[in-house]
């Protein structure tokens, strides 16, 4: 019999779980992955997520209302929990449970409370996480899909373990679908994957890196023109984060001035000073806030995140070009036996 699997070997089960064609996860990137990209790549095929983190439910309800417009095709809703304002939390999960959203994405630490209550609405919940611990505890909480972050990883990184060997070895002890994250760029990178086991990929950089990102050209710029070795990962760009909580980003100006203590640095002595804008919003350095289409003012100093596979995105094509082109490689090499 003629299984989608037999007819496309990129065709596993978590794209009838998710609705997509191939398994590749668009990350749900906070200010990046708005409406445009999520569409472009839900149209190519991939399975789209909308960044949403401590956004106005005002903004997520037009970014939904846009994105419906553009695709008929399923989506998740990406917020980080543990991270938000509690207040802010509920507006937000209030507002896409009216929407009618039928998945969430959520990242950073595990919080059952919040995971129950949008499962008994009868959402599917994907959720990333960066260590052994933090996997248990998500399927223990009755996740659908474990998205396995590594230490590769563009923007917050959990914990400090190479993606593939976390990403087999929670495959090895979780009955969920894992996806794999951080410095997938490539079809070289999504097959890989797929022969370790594993049932997808998702993509932070590659994406950023693309025409429907609402990352400002700088910043797609920058990461065209920088190898892994360029990235770094240092607690400072921490403002309205806890202390301790580590991103990969493009080394600056700001990261050489650390004189290599690239951690220990606390959100609570930090100095405030704004470095660029957002409309009113100021952006101020050491926060995590990286420069999008809106911005203008110093981006150089900015959070320029990005993963150690930046080194193998050297262009900005459209979304879908990016996701057919990896589609493509990796079935090419999957052929090959
Ligand atoms: C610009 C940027 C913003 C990000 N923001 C979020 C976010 O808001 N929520 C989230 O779950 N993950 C976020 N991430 C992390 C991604 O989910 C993912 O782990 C990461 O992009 C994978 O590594 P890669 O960038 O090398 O593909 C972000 C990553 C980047 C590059």
């Given at each position: 019999m003629m299984t989608p699997a037999t007819i496309d070997p990129l065709h596993t089960p978590l794209c009838d779980l998710l609705g997509c064609e191939v398994p590749v996860l668009l990350a749900g990137m906070g200010g990046v992955a708005r409406w445009e990209l999520a569409a472009a790549v839900a149209e190519a095929g991939g399975y789209a997520t909308l960044g949403m983190v401590r956004e106005d439910p005002a903004l997520i309800e037009s970014e939904v209302t846009a994105l419906r417009a553009a695709t008929d095709r399923p989506f998740a809703v990406n917020l980080i929990p543990s991270a938000t304002d509690p207040a802010l939390l509920e507006a937000q999960i209030r507002c896409c449970l009216d929407l009618g959203i039928g998945a969430f994405s959520f990242f950073w630490d595990v919080m059952p409370e919040v995971i129950a209550r949008v499962k008994q609405a009868g959402c599917l919940v994907l959720h990333q996480v960066g260590t052994r611990q933090a996997a248990a505890e998500a399927e223990q909480a009755g996740v659908d899909v474990l998205i396995v972050q590594g230490v590769e990883a563009g923007g917050h990184v959990h914990g400090r373990e190479a993606g593939l060997d976390l990403a087999v070895g929670v495959h090895a002890v979780s009955r969920l679908p894992v996806v794999i994250a951080g410095g997938i760029s490539t079809g070289d990178d999504l097959a890989a994957a797929l022969r370790a086991g594993l049932d997808g990929v998702q993509c932070g950089t590659a994406f950023?890196?693309?025409?429907?990102?609402?990352?400002?050209?700088?910043?797609?710029?920058?990461?065209?023109?920088?190898?892994?070795?360029?990235?770094?990962?240092?607690?400072?760009?921490?403002?309205?984060?806890?202390?301790?909580?580590?991103?990969?980003?493009?080394?600056?100006?700001?990261?050489?001035?650390?004189?290599?203590?690239?951690?220990?640095?606390?959100?609570?002595?930090?100095?405030r000073d704004a470095i660029a804008w957002d409309g009113d919003a100021p952006r101020l350095r050491f926060s995590t806030d990286s420069p999008l289409r809106t911005?203008?003012?110093?981006?150089?100093?900015?959070?320029?995140?990005?993963?150690?596979?930046?080194?193998?995105?050297?262009?900005?094509?459209?979304?879908?070009?990016r996701l057919r082109d990896m589609a493509e490689a990796a079935r090419r090499i999957l052929a090959q036996g």
């Amino acid at each position: 019999m003629m299984t989608p699997a037999t007819i496309d070997p990129l065709h596993t089960p978590l794209c009838d779980l998710l609705g997509c064609e191939v398994p590749v996860l668009l990350a749900g990137m906070g200010g990046v992955a708005r409406w445009e990209l999520a569409a472009a790549v839900a149209e190519a095929g991939g399975y789209a997520t909308l960044g949403m983190v401590r956004e106005d439910p005002a903004l997520i309800e037009s970014e939904v209302t846009a994105l419906r417009a553009a695709t008929d095709r399923p989506f998740a809703v990406n917020l980080i929990p543990s991270a938000t304002d509690p207040a802010l939390l509920e507006a937000q999960i209030r507002c896409c449970l009216d929407l009618g959203i039928g998945a969430f994405s959520f990242f950073w630490d595990v919080m059952p409370e919040v995971i129950a209550r949008v499962k008994q609405a009868g959402c599917l919940v994907l959720h990333q996480v960066g260590t052994r611990q933090a996997a248990a505890e998500a399927e223990q909480a009755g996740v659908d899909v474990l998205i396995v972050q590594g230490v590769e990883a563009g923007g917050h990184v959990h914990g400090r373990e190479a993606g593939l060997d976390l990403a087999v070895g929670v495959h090895a002890v979780s009955r969920l679908p894992v996806v794999i994250a951080g410095g997938i760029s490539t079809g070289d990178d999504l097959a890989a994957a797929l022969r370790a086991g594993l049932d997808g990929v998702q993509c932070g950089t590659a994406f950023l890196a693309t025409g429907e990102s609402f990352a400002h050209d700088y910043h797609k710029t920058r990461v065209t023109a920088a190898t892994g070795d360029d990235t770094v990962l240092t607690d400072v760009f921490v403002l309205n984060w806890p202390k301790g909580a580590a991103v990969r980003v493009i080394g600056n100006s700001v990261t050489d001035a650390l004189d290599g203590r690239l951690f220990g640095h606390d959100p609570a002595t930090l100095p405030r000073d704004a470095i660029a804008w957002d409309g009113d919003a100021p952006r101020l350095r050491f926060s995590t806030d990286s420069p999008l289409r809106t911005t203008t003012g110093d981006m150089e100093a900015m959070a320029l995140f990005a993963g150690q596979g930046a080194g193998r995105i050297n262009d900005i094509p459209p979304a879908g070009v990016r996701l057919r082109d990896m589609a493509e490689a990796a079935r090419r090499i999957l052929a090959q036996g």
